[in-house]
């Protein structure tokens, strides 16, 4: 896997808290070796103020103001892993939040399109990309629509919580793309993995339940 050459301080101490980080993930069932790898060399604490980067390591979501969260580390795993990205995909997140999912598709060697609602998250996650000399594209809008101008997908990964299963989002993947979708009530949902086999065939399976902040717009809750 080709590093990426981020552009802050990265110092050993956080380092060595990513390696305990990845290994705390292995213990947890992740299995993609790719995905924990990727993990343990995107220094998530960027993605944080730096107030608060002790707490970076810490497998747990945590605030990033405007109501968001930036997700756990095991949620971003197992969201990465189910994705099942190989090099020069084409990947579409909705939902940027604080960029971390979106870093950690790149480091995997993914070309990402990622869509923020949250104007104020658009703009300081735009800018950190910037910043890191990260290229991932950024746009902003209602991601409930997808981004059907730069697909067909090989992957879409959704980090909020949905309580439908829009279907402008499936026919955006190419043939075999994946959907990672949490869909539920408001309170807890189930990880769901769309597979385009063919099209206008899908294979639906779901892996456990988790929690994510509402996926607002169109096609998501009401605002």
Excluded at 79 to 88: A, D, E, F, V
Excluded at 121 to 148: A, E, N
Aim: glycine share 10%.
């Amino acid at each position: 896997m080709s590093k990426i050459k981020y552009t802050l301080e990265d110092s050993f101490k956080h380092k060595g808290m990513r390696k305990r980080l990845v290994e705390a993930l292995r213990n947890k069932g992740i299995r993609d070796e790719k995905v924990l790898e990727a993990i343990g060399l995107v220094p998530r604490h960027y993605f944080f103020p730096k107030d608060f980067w002790d707490n970076a390591y810490d497998d747990k979501a945590f605030p990033i103001g405007s109501g968001q969260t930036i997700s756990q580390p095991y949620t971003v795993a197992c969201q990465t892993q189910l994705l099942n990205i190989q090099p020069g995909d084409v990947i579409l997140e909705i939902g940027t939040g604080s960029g971390y999912q979106a870093a950690i598709l790149a480091q995997l060697g993914a070309t990402v399109f990622t869509i923020e609602r949250i104007e104020a998250l658009f703009k300081s996650t735009s800018q950190l990309f910037s910043k890191l000399k990260v290229p991932i594209h950024c746009f902003l809008g209602d991601g409930t629509i997808g981004l059907p101008s730069k697909g067909p997908f090989d992957g879409i990964v959704v980090t909020a919580g949905g309580n439908s299963l829009a279907e402008q989002l499936k026919v955006q993947l190419k043939p075999g793309g994946k959907l990672v979708v949490p869909m539920g009530d408001r309170s807890i949902q189930k990880m769901v993995l769309i597979k385009k086999v063919v099209e206008n065939k899908y294979e639906r399976t779901e892996h456990g339940e988790f929690k994510f902040v509402p996926l607002l717009g169109k096609y998501g809750w009401e605002t």
